[in-house]
């Protein structure tokens, strides 16, 4: 009998394998995992591969793709080999992850309540000021215990020698934790065996964490205060996700019409009247939460939330404007942000980047278009980018247009190595794909870290994008103990 | 409770029971074939387009349809999504309600929903065709079990009401409109002196009547073996303690609505329970002699009428978000029963227009 890893050949200078090292060997926090999985029959592979397939078609763990065929559900591909990372390790990710948050969130509250950041130079003025993401009607509000992103999810990579870097930080409406949660319990029931012969540090909390997260920022202090999750509807892409949490919290899942202001309070319509709201953890962006001061055309948001904000009534999570320091071109510069307001080096790096607004780097862009990967520095979900080795030569002419056109929108980044791990890429073969790591940071009265997060996969052979939107799927993280 | 959640609740429920009455018509239907089938062919038009008067709209039938056969009203009124009232549609609309609520209703309801969601994905009309029966009980058997895992994990509070009272209304709504088509065709039909005049038959036509609401072992009891009109119209309506009559419905429908607003008889606190506390009365001291002689078609349309009156006060108390304030007196119209989206044909309506 052939068994699974017998055909697993990583060998690439390029990239890093998780699971394999360069001279051949397995790491050795992965022996009990190939053990495992060498012992199983095609046959016991497939039978597993159902028992998750119906765990997550019965769940309706699924998301919405946008554009291909209207209101298409998918289920959210899962990889069967879990990706294990050992404490020691983790440690550092969480040490580092710890310094970014604090410092990001030094960051907004600067930029929003004094700006001295902008005063002393460290960056310029204008890339902060003309983002789009930045709220001057947010300017001078300052929210509950000086905290503007409580929920984080920062996607990191690995390079070509295994270091950690942050590709991006994302501080508006990070998702995927649901799947996060929902991979371990299907990993749970389709291999027990394996999962107890590991030390595995649980993640199930999470929802709870989140929850007393959300308390602490109540905008009066309260026994219970009153928490709601607020969703775009059935139709957003993440919907699976906000209803799961508000039901994983035990709070009310409520969408733009269910809230209404008066006297710049905050209330849920209820079949007995209005009742107050004092924290909502918000899954709406910015520019659709309040028709009255965004777009006024979103039925997505309640008008007159802003005000209640402002005046003190009621908490967002995350705060309106934190969309600014996630702009890539702000991302570059988060080493000197940690570096100005904790007087630290980065224990995470940054991959490097070239903005497109800096004459030097823009010439640098434009002569290496075919090495690079050129993002538009406010768009998510893999849109709006070019993958330069990838890409034709007219495709590269077409995107150093948009790029002259509006240089204060581009960055660009080495083609990043992501690091691979072995995954299914058809019933019973592994190949390498390309994964990186999302691990969810909640920031109250105090950080928490869950241990792991979301790795997502590259399930197309030889793709470097892992986003869901883009066909990638996950696997269940394990942070053992070592 | 959220006036949204509520009011999803309220159409999963409904939607659902919706089901489950369509595939117990049909079921019946079929049966009653094999039944006749020595004496009129299967696929004869009579046997078939009431079931399109009771369940849907005979116009909107036509335009997509030739004729009345097992077929096409099988296809009508189980796969096809242009009918908002086939079992496809109703599941569908019941799942989709369930899902905007998914964080309030108890993971196993979901699943058993998204369940018989999929399961209808996968059948085809042939196999329904070959088997009516095994689709039909599975049907019943999804809508049942919907039902025990609500009672068993769904905290019995406000929304566990609503659920219930959208169930009763839905229920006590369809047995009204079978009540009302086969007591016209029983007695009206040109086909009872032509095709239908054997007393066996029409026996075996009021059994039908019974068996789709699963009462015939239930009146057996009662009636023992006397099958005539005015038993069955007997037990169908006024019956107390059967769970599918009306009086049986309108009942439980006035319990859930006490568990929300804490009415009590000769209490009611709104509207809504003073017309169900109305209607229940009726029914309470109604007799089957006094049905005859205000004629059953007239009786059966009050019914149909207040219950439509239920459900438009509900929306405007519960579910209507508390804006726009209206008052009862600004309401010319009844809305049509089954809501803004829901919408159902009404057969009574229809035949007068026609």
């Known amino acids: 009998m052939t068994r699974l890893f017998d055909h697993y050949l990583p060998q690439s200078d390029r990239f890093f394998d998780e699971v394999i090292a360069r001279e051949g060997a397995p790491r050795s926090h992965y022996d009990i995992m190939m053990q495992r999985f060498n012992q199983f029959s095609a046959a016991d592979i497939r039978a597993r591969r159902e028992l998750v397939n119906i765990f997550f078609r019965n769940q309706g763990i699924t998301f919405t793709v946008y554009g291909v065929d209207e209101g298409i559900e998918r289920i959210f591909p899962f990889d069967l080999i879990p990706r294990i990372i050992p ?42 000021l003309g983002s789009k ?24 990579i690995r390079d070509a020698a295994g270091r950690y870097l942050v590709l991006e930080d994302n501080l508006r409406t990070p998702s995927g934790v649901s799947y996060m949660l929902q991979n371990r319990i299907a990993m749970k029931r389709a291999f027990p065996v394996l999962f107890d012969r590991y030390t595995v540090r649980p ?70 009247g209005l009742k107050i709201v004092d924290v909502i953890y918000r899954r709406v962006d910015d520019e659709f939460i309040d028709p009255l001061v965004f777009r006024p055309d979103s039925v997505l948001g309640v008008a007159g ?42 224990i995470l790096d940054n991959v490097e980047t070239w903005l497109a607004g800096n004459p030097k780097h823009l010439k640098y862009i434009l002569e290496n278009l075919d090495k690079l990967v050129v993002k538009a520095a406010n ?74 997060g979301l790795t997502r996969v590259a399930l197309k052979r030889g793709s470097l994008v892992v986003n869901s939107s883009q066909g990638g799927g996950s696997k269940d993280t394990w942070v053992i103990d070592n | ?103 309030s209703i108890s993971s196993e309801m979901w699943e058993q929903l998204n369940n018989l969601y999929h399961f209808l994905q996968s059948v085809s009309p042939q196999q329904v065709h070959s088997d009516p029966y095994s689709f039909y009980k599975e049907i019943k058997n999804a809508s049942h079990l919907f039902q025990g895992i ?50 066996s038959v029409d026996i075996i036509q009021w059994m039908a009547v019974l068996k789709s609401c699963s009462a015939l072992e239930a009146f057996r009891k009662v009636y023992l073996s006397k099958i005539d009109p005015e038993n069955i119209l007997s037990f169908l309506i006024l019956d107390r303690s059967f769970p599918r009559s009306i009086a049986f419905s309108i009942c439980a429908a006035q319990e859930a609505l006490w568990r929300i607003s804490g009415s009590s008889p000769h209490r009611y606190a709104n509207n809504v329970d003073r017309l169900i506390g109305k209607m229940e009365a009726e029914m309470s001291y109604a007799t089957v002699e006094e049905i005859l002689q205000q004629g059953v078609r007239p009786f059966l349309e009050e019914i149909e009428q207040g219950l439509a009156r239920i459900g438009e006060q509900l929306h405007l108390l519960y579910f209507a978000y508390h804006t726009p304030k209206i008052e009862p007196a600004d309401i010319s119209e009844a809305l049509p029963f089954t809501g803004l989206d829901g919408r159902r044909a009404n057969w009574s309506q229809s035949q007068q227009q026609q």
């Open chain 1, 379 to 452: 768009e998510s979900g893999g849109y709006g980018m070019l993958v330069g080795p990838e890409s034709t030569p007219e495709q590269r002419e077409r995107f150093a247009e948009k790029i002259v056109e509006n240089p204060r929108n581009y960055i660009a980044q080495p083609t990043i190595s992501l690091s691979r791990h072995p995954s299914f890429f058809n019933e019973t073969e592994l190949a390498p794909c390309h994964i990186d790591l999302r691990p969810y940071v909640l920031y109250g009265k105090s950080v928490s870290i869950v241990p792991g």
């Open chain 1, 133 to 156: 993401h930045f709220r001057r009607e947010f300017v001078g509000v300052r929210p509950p215990l000086g905290i503007y992103i409580h929920v984080t999810g920062s996607d990191l």
């Open chain 1, 87 to 128: 404490g020691s390790e983790w440690e550092g990710i969480e040490r580092g992850l710890v310094q970014r948050i604090t410092a990001l969130n030094l960051f907004l509250s600067d930029i929003y309540l004094n700006q001295k950041i902008l005063r002393d130079k460290v960056i310029p003025a204008e890339l902060v």
């Open chain 2, 150 to 199: 609500t009672d068993n994990t769904f905290s019995h509070n406000e929304g566990w009401a609503f659920v219930q009272i959208g169930k009763y209304l839905e229920r006590a709504d369809n047995a009204a409109r079978l009540i009302d088509v086969k007591y016209h065709m029983l007695t009206t039909s040109p086909a009872r002196h032509s095709d239908l005049v054997s007393g």
């Open chain 2, 1 to 103: 409770m959220l006036s949204r959640v509520a009011e999803s609740l309220f159409w999963m429920s409904r939607y659902f029971e919706r089901a489950e009455n369509t595939a117990r018509f049909l079921d019946v239907n079929f049966n009653l074939l094999l039944d006749l089938d020595s004496i009129t062919p299967v696929d004869h038009p009579n046997y078939w387009k009431p079931l399109i008067m009771v369940m849907s709209d005979p116009e909107h039938f036509n335009s997509l349809y030739q004729e009345y056969d097992a077929h096409s009203v099988t296809d009508y009124l189980v796969f096809n999504r242009k009918n908002s009232n086939s079992i496809l549609s109703s599941i569908s609309m019941a799942r989709e309600n369930a899902r905007s609520i998914i964080e």
């Open chain 1, 203 to 272: 993640v199930e909390n999470y929802p709870q964490q989140l929850l007393r997260t959300l308390q602490e920022i109540s905008p009066t202090p309260k026994l219970d205060p009153k928490v709601v999750v607020l969703t775009p509807g059935i139709y957003n892409s993440a919907y699976f996700e906000h209803s799961f949490l508000a039901r994983q919290m035990g709070v009310q899942l409520t969408e733009g019409r269910d809230l209404v202001v008066n006297n710049n309070k905050v209330y849920t319509r209820t079949t007995r």
């Open chain 1, 305 to 346: 939330l802003i005000n209640a904000y402002r005046k003190g009534n009621v908490t967002l999570a995350n705060a309106i404007g934190t969309g600014v320091a996630d702009d890539k071109v702000i991302y570059s510069f988060v080493p000197q942000i940690i570096k100005y307001y904790l007087g630290e080096d980065p």
